[in-house]
Nanobody, 114 residues
Framework: QVQIVESGGGLVQPGGSLRLSCVVS????????LGWYRQAPGKQRELVAS???????DYIDFVKGRFIISRDNAKKTLYLQMNSLIPEDTAVYYC????????WGQGTQVTISS
């Protein structure tokens, strides 16, 4: 059974940074297309960044130039470096494969507020 555990969220001021981590306990980690998703209050969950097994990355326009997705296959861990955070980035962040077919983890809360 696949387990997903996200961490690294918190409360930061606008302009601050956070680095999220996600451990995905799946034997095929090295070949799967992975993504960071987020769900803001009252909104649907959306894919914000993804990385393929060849490390090709993609981002929604809203986070381009501010977020960086990366992966460590040896640690089976996905990362999201988030810089220049703004209040609109406030959400619960999740990781999963793309598309999100695994059971979702608990997510990690990111709150941007002064």
């Amino acid at each position: 059974q696949v387990q997903i555990v996200e961490s690294g969220g918190g409360l930061v001021q606008p302009g601050g940074s956070l680095r999220l981590s996600c451990v995905v306990s799946v034997s095929t980690f090295t070949i799967v297309h992975l993504g960071w998703y987020r769900q803001a209050p009252g909104k649907q969950r959306e894919l914000v960044a993804s990385i393929t097994n060849t490390r090709t990355t993609d981002y929604i326009d809203f986070v381009k130039g501010r977020f960086i997705i990366s992966r460590d296959n040896a640690k089976k861990t996905l990362y999201l470096q988030m810089n220049s955070l703004i209040p609109e980035d406030t959400a619960v962040y999740y990781c999963n494969v793309v598309p999100g077919v695994f059971e979702w983890g608990q997510g990690t809360q990111v709150t941007i507020s002064s």
